[in-house]
């Protein structure tokens, strides 16, 4: 018996899961909670039994595309090029961002209060984007001033404009440049 409440729990979990992400992309992280609990067919205490905040809820959501951007980063530390390993993981790290409309909001803020259920996953890939950082400045390819944590605001930022800024497939790659531009020597 208790493997079949287990097993529904486990169902619940994804399919409370499965609805916000479709909730999330298509209303963004400030999406109502009831609203997930509502098209999940389940009341609202459920939704928060699984998901006691919606920093919870959202770390659920994102935490796969972050443990992906932190092997991403790893794999790169022994890529010849340590500037374009650099680049080419920001550019990874800032389309990701806008998977949900409020997400780079979402990632900065967790990023300043450690006790958010999000700042975990975050603090792990932006240790991991440091790393690459720290590379690139080494070998002479960024400039030495710079740290991680302005340039993952910087590319926050980006993606939170390329979100303001529907149609405009070329923005994330334009923007991303002129930004290279004031990092680089």
């Known amino acids: 018996m208790a493997d079949v409440a287990r097993a529904d729990a486990r169902r619940n979990y994804e399919h409370l899961l499965g609805v916000a992400r479709e909730v999330f992309a298509e209303q963004g992280t400030d999406a109502s909670l009831r609203e997930v609990a509502r098209r999940a067919g389940v009341g609202i205490g459920t939704l928060y039994r699984h998901f006691p905040t919606r920093e919870a809820l959202l770390e659920a959501l994102t935490r796969a595309g972050f443990e992906a951007l932190r092997e991403r980063a790893d794999e790169l530390l022994t890529a010849d090029a340590p500037r ?102």
């Open 84 to 185: 374009q390993a650099l680049l080419d993981w920001l550019r990874v790290f800032a389309v990701r961002s806008t998977t949900y409309r409020g997400l780079p909001e979402s990632v900065m803020a967790a990023l300043r209060q450690e006790g958010s259920e999000l700042h975990a996953s975050c603090e792990a890939m932006r240790t991991a984007g440091g790393r690459l950082l720290a590379r690139a400045q080494q070998a002479g390819e960024v400039r030495p001033e710079v740290t991680g944590a302005e340039l993952l605001a910087l590319v926050a930022g980006i993606a939170w404009a390329v979100e303001q800024s529907p149609g405009r497939d070329d923005l994330m790659d334009r923007l991303l440049a002129l930004a290279a531009n004031g990092f680089l020597p």
